[in-house]
T-cell receptor, first 114, second 118 residues
Framework: DGGITQSPKYLFRKEGQNVTLSCEQN?????MYWYRQDPGQGLRLIYY???????QKGDIAEGYSVSREKKESFPLTVTSAQKNPTAFYLC?????????????FGPGTRLTVT | AQKVTQAQTEISVVEKEDVTLDCVYE???????LFWYKQPPSGELVFLIR??????QNEISGRYSWNFQKSTSSFNFTITASQVVDSAVYFC???????????????FGQGTTLQVKP
């Protein structure tokens, strides 16, 4: 079945450690996105990529980094510079890199940093 | 600036009641798209509908219906005869400025938590 996978579902880390969240899609979508969701809040865009080897900062990119070496994969690294990393992270993809189309979401990764 | 407002933070209804979730948006674009997503307790957002700014026809899909009114900048979502399985957080979203960026980015509202009690 086509879809978006994110692993792991729950992730625990100590403060000061970098951590990488995985996002893989087999929908042949060009565009991919990373969002952060805090309790009772909407989604805030961290980074997005419209095409392989290219990505742009979203609204809250500080303390995060990404790469887009393959069309299927868009990993997100939460660095130690991110002051409040505990959150629910959602990855999404949409068909073309250009234009407005619905985004399809993965199941999310809940990150807890203590 | 573009913005989506979902003024209802939480709604609680009893099963079989009809419920309407409000969404008001702000944009200067003449071409834009609106979306609704459902986020069940599992956390994954499920796409429900996409509507472009030139299509003001109301849409019905089973128990779900959407009322798009450009005059009031609203795109409301109604669930008829609600069921316990409808309990979720519902998000309304607006496409980022189509004319200037064409990035496919979406601007989300804060979400409305719907609880349907048996």
């Amino acid at each position: 079945d086509g879809g978006i996978t994110q692993s792991p579902k729950y992730l625990f880390r100590k403060e000061g450690q970098n951590v990488t969240l995985s996002c893989e899609q087999n929908l042949n979508h060009d565009a991919m996105y990373w969002y952060r969701q805090d309790p009772g809040q909407g989604l805030r865009l961290i980074y997005y990529s419209q095409i392989v080897n290219d990505f742009q900062k979203g609204d809250i990119a500080e303390g995060y980094s990404v790469s887009r070496e393959k069309k299927e994969s868009f990993p997100l690294t939460v660095t130690s510079a991110q002051k409040n990393p505990t959150a629910f992270y959602l990855c999404a993809s949409s068909l073309p890199g250009q234009g407005i189309y619905e985004q399809y979401f993965g199941p999310g990764t809940r990150l807890t940093v203590t | 600036a573009q913005k989506v407002t979902q003024a209802q933070t939480e709604i609680s209804v009893v099963e079989k009641e009809d419920v309407t979730l409000d969404c008001v948006y702000e944009t200067r674009d003449t071409t834009y798209y609106l979306f609704w997503y459902k986020q069940p307790p599992s956390g994954e957002l499920v796409f429900l509908i996409r509507r472009n700014s030139f299509d003001e026809q109301n849409e019905i899909s089973g128990r779900y219906s959407w009322n798009f009114q450009k005059s009031t900048s609203s795109f409301n979502f109604t669930i008829t005869a609600s069921q316990v399985v409808d309990s979720a957080v519902y998000f309304c979203a607006l496409s980022d400025s189509y004319s200037s960026s064409n990035t496919g980015k979406l601007i989300f509202g804060q979400g409305t938590t719907l609880q349907v009690k048996p």
